[in-house]
C-alpha cells in the first residue's frame, strides 16, 4: 500500500506528568504494530494542557517527554508523523470553525467537562468547555478514520463524529466519520492501592500508579506494596482485583494469555507474584526510561523529528483547511 491511500490512525496524549504502565500497556504498546498497515498520527497536546494552569517550564519538558516517550516506546518516527500541536496552529483554525458550528448544549453534556468544572468554583475556565471541540478539530483535520480511544474519551469521539456529520450535510463532504479503534489486545490496568478504580496519572494515594521513568527501586516497591485482599495465595478458582490486575500486568508486558500467567502462581503465595510482576515490569520499564532520558539529551535530534513531524502535518492539514475555508464562504487569494 502506498502512503497515499493508507487509512489514517491518530492519536495525542496531553504533556502533563509522565505516562504511566496503563497508558503505556493499555494503548502505546498496542500501536507499534499499527505502524505499517496504517499512517499513523501521534502527537503532543499542549493547547489541551493549559486548559488548567500549567507551569510554563514544566510544560515545555513535559512536551519534549511526551515525543520523547512516543519514540522510547517503539513509535518509529521514520513511519510516524509526530509533531506538537500548537507547532501546528491549523488545529485552532479549525477549532474556531467546528465552534461556531457546535451548541452550548451538547458541550455542557461532556462528562469530563462537568467533572472538571467542578473544581474551579465560579471560575470555569473557558477553554475547559471548548476543550472537544479542539480534539474533535485534532481528528477531522487529517481525514482520521481510527482514533484508539480509552472509554474515557469516547464521548468526545462521538462528538467528533457528529461534528464531521453536520458540516458534511451543511457544507459537502468534507470530512471523514471517525471511528474509535477498540483494540483486542491491551489491558485495562488498574491503580495498584485501589484495584477497583483505573490507573491514573493523578492519583493522589500513593504508590498506586507505576510511571515509565520510575526507578528500578520504586516500581518494586509499588509492586511489593499493592494492594491485593485477606487471602494468601493465589486460587485457580477466582481472584480478587488486586490479584486480578497483577496477573493481567504480567502477562500484558510478557505478551502472555491471563491463564499462563494465573497458572504459574496457583497454590503460590501472594509475594511470588508480586516480585515477579515488579521484575518484569522493571525489565519492561527500564529501556524505555534509559531510551527516554538519552533522546531527551539530544535536542538536537528531537527537533529534527519534530520539525520534519509538523511540516508533514501542515502540509495534510492546510489542503483540507483551505477546502473548509472556501465551503464556509470566506474569501481565498
Ligand atoms: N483528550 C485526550 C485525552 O485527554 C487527548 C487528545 C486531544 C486526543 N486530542 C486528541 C486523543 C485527539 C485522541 C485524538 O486523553
New binding site residues.
Partial sequence: MTSSTKKIV?????PTNSPHIGNYLGAIKNWVPLLDQYQCIFFA?DL?SITVKQDPAELRENTYQAIANYIACGIDPKKAILFI?SQVPEHLELAWILTCNSSMGELSRMT?YKDKSQKHGAHIPTGLFI??V??AA??LLYG?QY????E??KQ??ELARDLAERMNNAYGPLFTVPDPMIQKTGARVMSLQDPENKMSKSDPLAGATVFLNDSDKEIEKKFKRAVTDSGTEVSAENQSNGIKNLIQIQASFLNEDYDTVLNRYIGKQYGYLKIDTANVAINAIRPIREKTAEILKDRDYLDQILKAGREEAKRRAQILLNEVYKRVGFVRQ
Fill in positions: 491518530l492519536s495525542a496524549v496531553q497536546v489541551h500541536q469530563q476543550y472537544p479542539l480534539m485534532d481528528i482520521t482514533v484508539p480511544v480509552g474515557d474519551q468526545h469521539l
